[in-house]
Nanobody
């Protein structure tokens, strides 16, 4: 199995920055795309950004130019650098990974438990 653990959330003022991390552990045979989603109170979970195993990135329009996704393949870790934060960015942020455990027939999507980001003055 694969476990994902996020960290780095917290309270920040508008215009501030935060860096989220998500470390994958377990019996990982291969790690494909990794990404970030978020869910604000009363809203559906929405996609934020994705990075492929070779470093290609995509972003939601709402965060393009402000957020940067990166990964360290040696550490099976994905990061989300968030700059120029707005109150609308307040949400629980979840990472996910398309991973294949050792001994598994194929890959599947795994999710972390989420980390709270609150943007408020």
């Amino acid at each position: 199995q694969v476990q994902l653990v996020e960290s780095g959330g917290g309270l920040v003022q508008p215009g501030g920055s935060l860096r989220l991390s998500c470390a994958a552990s377990g019996s990982i045979f291969s790690m494909n795309a990794m990404g970030w989603y978020r869910q604000a109170p009363g809203k559906q979970r929405e996609w934020v950004a994705t990075i492929t195993s070779v470093g290609n990135t995509n972003y939601a329009d709402s965060v393009k130019g402000r957020f940067t996704i990166a990964r360290d393949n040696a550490k099976n870790t994905v990061y989300l650098q968030m700059n120029s934060l707005k109150p609308d960015d307040t949400a629980v942020y979840y990472c996910n990974a398309d991973a294949k455990p050792w001994g598994s027939y194929g890959a599947r999507i795994y999710w972390g438990q989420g980390t709270q980001v609150t943007v408020s003055s």
